[in-house]
């Protein structure tokens, strides 16, 4: 190989890299738009009158959850044991967190911790 | 109608003697709230009437009085929901109403929550409106709502100066005791509020070596006593406050947090609960959640208020007068 070549292949590699990048990031918003449904699932919990709703929400790994506070007052949705963390949510605001590992997700509200809620993931 | 409502406020005090607070009991507590009561401790006895709406007859209540404070709650600066679209205008009803009061308070506390979603411009609106007080000290403790985003920090910033951990400190004023509590920090999963063992071992600290003989007046955002649980309208380490001042002849227990007046004695020491400046909240158990009430428009102003504490020396006794911003 000569020292134009490698230089050449040395440039065309992380230019490849990124248009495989491209391609895999892409892709799933693509088919998403396609067909109106997402590759992986969608699931809500509602926030109604101190209390999350359903208390448990049982989805299969990759599911993308979220929260909608529909009270007067501010709630958060906070991972008892760390994993996931909401910024305070005001009236009709939204808090997504995507589970991609099985297993179950305990959370509470930070702010009125009697309300109390889980994520069970398969 | 006087003659009938002393008649359930003297039935309720003593169911609340005999059996603690019950559902029956709140309900009752209801139908204070709005009309306002005198309420005196005496050697440990209770003596209750009615509030009579006129300043003139309220008068008596002040008599003789070494000092006065007022305690105010729940102000909600932010919150702009049909329950109250502006929480700005009743806190400077609040405030005029305790500009317009015949003794001059020697201070105010505000028992928390005096933001909705602890927003610097909410605090700024607050401290604007406070600063037209004829009174100007004023003492603080958090609401759950004042400490949302930043465990608090803005509000020790601008609130916290000179107190410990989360915001708790004590001082003396007259020979009465006062000691600030904060008891939204930190809360656990299905907990109810907490005030924490470092707080805890420094409130045994300050009380010890006080003699028994000092009136203690303990002040914190959420009820230190449980009102109810499934609300989470209590504080899950409040005995533990309880047993420190046992000992005391006169404990008096002022909290906000459930927007609505509760009272309770137990042995010496007396709980009472504020109105909101903001909004009211449901009884307990009677709606599907503690959120805010909507009442008419032109009953708002009966079920917001401000609470008024005399502290008699003659008769080493704290008269508690509730009045509603429309009376």
Known sequence: MTKQNMWVAGLATPVLIAMLLLLFAGSPSVKASDNGK???????????????GPQTLTVPVGTTVTWTNSDDIPHTSVSTEGVFKSKVLDTDEKFSYTFTKAGTYPYYCTIHPKMTGQVVVQ | MPDK????????????????????????????????????????????????????????????????????????????????PDVTATL????????????????????????????????????????????????????EHDMLSDNGEQYLQRYGKGTKGSGWSSFDHKGVHFVGLVNVANLKAGGMGSLGHEQLEWL??????RSASTPIVLFAHIPLWTIYPDW???????????????????????????????????GKVSFHTAMSTAFPQPAPGTAPSAGPMKVPAEQLQQVLGITDVNYVVSGGSLAIVDSPLGG
């Open chain 2, 204 to 209: 045994e600290d300050d009380l010890k070596g």
């Open chain 2, 92 to 143: 400077q009803t609040a405030i005029n109403k305790i500009n317009a009061m015949p003794h001059t308070p020697d201070f105010i506390i505000h028992t928390g929550d005096m933001s909705q979603l602890s927003k610097p411009s909410e605090f700024d609106t607050l401290d604007q409106v406070v600063k037209g007080a004829s009174t100007k000290q004023i003492y603080f403790v958090p609401g």
């Open chain 2, 232 to 266: 989470g309208w209590g504080t899950d380490d409040s005995e533990q406050v309880l047993s420190y001042v046992k000992r005391f002849g006169s404990v008096t227990v002022l909290n906000g947090h459930i927007h609505q007046i509760m009272q309770k004695i137990e």
């Open chain 1, 38 to 52: 997402a590759s992986a699932a969608n699931a809500a919990v509602k926030i109604d009158n101190f209390v999350f």
């Open chain 2, 5 to 84: 409502k002393l008649d359930l406020i003297d039935q309720n005090l003593q169911d609340l003697n005999n059996d603690g607070v019950d559902r029956r009991g709140f309900l009752k507590c209801m139908a204070w709230a709005g009309t306002g009561l005198v309420w005196t401790m005496s050697g440990g006895i209770p003596v209750s009437r009615a509030f009579a709406k006129s300043s003139g007859k309220n008068k008596d209540a002040a008599k003789g009085a070494d000092f006065s404070f007022v305690q105010i709650s729940d102000s909600h600066i932010g919150f702009s929901k049909p329950a109250n």
